[in-house]
């Protein structure tokens, strides 16, 4: 790409003979961090290879994940709770 922008590519990684999911700050930048997100088992190998240019927005889903705030927050309630029951 010749513009600056956060966004995902698909590469097949040779060593583990299998796709790639990956999250990069700049696709115009080659040293930009690069996150793998995930790593797609099946197919492997040459069909892996043919499956590359089949991959497009489609086949995601974006889920959110939990913010810390709510995880700790869960928790704590979770732990009064049981505090609270276990004087009974």
């Known amino acids: 790409t010749e513009t600056d922008g956060a966004g995902f590519f698909m590469y097949f990684n040779s060593n583990l003979n299998l796709n790639r999911l990956v999250y990069s700050a700049n696709l115009n930048d080659n040293t930009a961090d690069l996150k793998i997100l995930a790593r797609i088992v099946s197919p492997s190998g040459q069909g892996a290879i043919d499956a590359l240019p089949t991959f497009a927005e489609a086949n995601f889903v974006a889920t959110p994940e939990p913010t ?12 009064l709770a049981m505090k609270k029951f276990a004087r009974r």
């Open 68 to 79: 810390t705030a709510f995880m700790v927050l869960g928790a704590s309630a979770l732990l």
